[in-house]
């Protein structure tokens, strides 16, 4: 079992749906999450952060299920310029390498 | 201040030819990894360097690959004997500390031929 999964996608919506994705992650010690931005043939960006209270930003809204182990990113109004990949990433604070990586999310968005 | 960086942009090179990427981070920033991602395929991880502690070389998928860096400075990765398999981006990342958020560079498109 990988350590973070997701729904490889694509998402097709149309401009002002709401969507959201899940990731689930196999690690219960697993400390902090994020969520990263990917555009076609560009690097990956910080989305946010995940925080377990939930937490909003704009649009997006970003929440942590601990029992459940899974985090969750929700868009509301969407446009067009969120058509990207979306990745999971879990910091498991043990060992040296903290953080990993989901394979992402497509999410296309479409007038 | 400028964000990470990697050179070159793009590589084109003959299978089994070597290969030397180079990133250089944030300043200030303690952390440095290197990953691998193919045409339409997750972050793969390589290698992860931490200050002056020995690399975490876990990720590295043979003996082909190795990866140097200098105190908390430039990194340069090199693939020996490149194959086919070898095309991707290989993109580098840098953080102030483990576990922070990472800042990744724009890559470097590997194409073996």
Redesign the interface.
């Known amino acids: 079992r990988k350590e973070v999964e997701q729904d490889p996608g694509p998402f097709n919506v149309p401009e002002g749906a709401t969507v959201a994705f899940n990731c689930t992650y196999s690690n219960s010690a697993s400390q902090s999450f994020f969520w990263y931005r990917q555009d076609c043939r560009k690097e990956p960006k910080l989305l946010m952060s995940v925080y377990s209270s939930g937490n909003e930003d704009g649009r997006f809204t970003a929440q942590l299920n601990r029992a459940s182990q899974y985090i969750s990113l929700l868009i509301r109004d969407s446009k067009l310029s969120d058509s990207a990949t979306y990745l999971c990433v879990v910091n498991r604070d043990t060992g040296r390498r903290a953080l990993t990586f989901g394979s992402g999310t497509r999410l296309q968005v479409q007038p | 201040g400028a964000g990470v960086s990697q050179s070159p942009s793009n590589k084109v090179t003959e299978k089994g030819k070597d290969v030397e990427l180079r990133c250089d981070p944030i300043s200030g920033h303690t952390a440095l ?1 290197w ?1 691998r991602q193919r045409l339409g ?3 793969e ?1 390589l290698i ?1 360097f ?1 200050g002056n ?1 020995a690399p ?1 070389k ?2 590295l998928p043979s003996d082909r690959f190795s990866a140097e860096r200098t105190g908390e400075s430039v990194s340069t990765l090199t693939i020996q004997r490149t194959q086919q398999e070898d095309s991707a981006v290989y ?1 580098c990342a840098s953080s102030r500390d ?2 922070d ?7 470097t498109r590997l194409t073996v031929l």
């Open positions: 990894y990953y395929q997750g972050l991880f992860y931490q502690s975490d876990s990720g993109l483990r576990g958020t990472q800042y990744f560079g724009p890559g």
